[in-house]
């Protein structure tokens, strides 16, 4: 049996292998409305390679007689948005010398 500590941060792991997987794939879906079917299928694969990553805590806790909590996967961001980023200030401290 596995303390609940050790349960609790793999069912977490196996939630962040899956939200990868999601991204990967939709990123896959990007490519291919793209007709990038090279992209696509690389991206298909790693997010293949995900599930396997997710499948693999799944089954330790399982044969460990723990219990597998599935939670939400966030949802990717649509294609073009992005997160707002701070502004940049100019990091030279020169001082100009005038013409």
Known sequence: MLSQKIQDAFNK???AELHSAY???SMAAYFESKDLKGMANWMTIQSGEERGHAM???DFINDRSGRVLLTQ????RPSG???SRPSRTPTSTRSRSPA
């Open 81 to 83: 948005s992005r997160r």
């Open 56 to 58: 693999r805590f799944y």
């Open 73 to 76: 996967i966030e949802a990717p």
């Open 13 to 15: 792991q196996i939630n």
């Open 23 to 25: 991204l990967y794939l």
